[in-house]
């Protein structure tokens, strides 16, 4: 069995990324939901008492920061000459970093 067989036979389990625009659409409505239930589950901690208000104060702490991250982060690996990394995986590895953040916020 030669490599390349063997590369063809795990090419099958190779799913593609969601595209930016996609990654940042996510981002923005899971860190919105994160506030929300945060709010529902314990509303003396929250910043406010309006879940409206909690939902996006949450959006501006950890969906703005994961959106900034997956630019920046996107843009130094290439001005450092690393890896070739497109602002799409970027944006995904944001996205997945921050619904680690979110699920430790809500438990």
């Not at 595209?19 to 409505?29: L, N, P, V």
């Not at 290439?78 to 995986?89: P, Q, S, T």
Request: charged fraction near 10%; proline fraction near 2%.
């Amino acid at each position: 069995m030669s490599s390349m067989s063997s590369v063809a036979g795990l090419s099958k389990y190779i799913k593609t990324l969601p595209s930016t625009g996609k990654s940042i659409i996510a981002i923005c409505i899971l860190s919105f939901l994160t506030g929300v239930i945060q709010f529902l589950i314990n509303p003396q901690d929250s910043l406010s008492y309006n879940f409206f208000t909690e939902g996006f104060c949450t959006f501006m702490i950890l969906g703005v920061s994961s959106i900034l991250s997956g630019s920046v982060n996107q843009y130094w690996v290439r001005a450092l000459k690393g890896i070739n990394l497109k602002i799409k995986h970027s944006m995904f590895l944001s996205m997945l970093s921050m619904i680690f953040i979110s699920l430790i916020l809500i438990a």
